[in-house]
Nanobody, 125 residues
Framework: QLQLVESGGGLVQPGGSLRLSCAAF????????VGWFRQAPGKEREGVLC????????NYADSVKGRFTTSRDNGKNTVYLEMDSLEAEDTAVYYC??????????????????WGQGTQVTVSS
């Protein structure tokens, strides 16, 4: 049983903050690269951030630089996406995904083997 379970999505006001969680079951995330993707209605899925197995961060989307970051809690086998200064344009379903390896690759979904179920983030007043 290898799966990722996401939580933390919801409705927030513009300028607000939200933390998404991605918990792994059946494998240890410290041996995996974890990426965050999002998909807004009518748009293609885009990469947001990537975390190497050691926690080094690669930004996939320029629009989130300085506002989003990702971190790991190896004791909880969980990766977090911290989102600050949220904008309406951030509204999307957010997915975490993982593949066995050490370094982040290009932000192509097919590189990732395991996917969370997605969690809705809605930024609205």
């Amino acid at each position: 049983q290898l799966q990722l379970v996401e939580s933390g999505g919801g409705l927030v006001q513009p300028g607000g903050s939200l933390r998404l969680s991605c918990a792994a079951f059946g494998f240890t995330l410290d041996k995996y690269v974890v990426g965050w993707f999002r998909q807004a209605p009518g748009k293609e899925r885009e990469g947001v951030l990537c975390s190497s197995a050691s926690g080094d961060i690669t930004n996939y989307a320029d629009s989130v630089k300085g506002r989003f970051t990702t971190s790991r809690d190896n004791g909880k086998n969980t990766v977090y996406l911290e989102m600050d200064s949220l904008e309406a344009e951030d509204t999307a379903v957010y997915y975490c995904a993982a593949y066995w390896g050490f370094y982040c690759s290009d932000s192509v979904p097919w590189a990732y083997d395991y996917w969370g179920q997605g969690t809705q983030v809605t930024v609205s007043s």
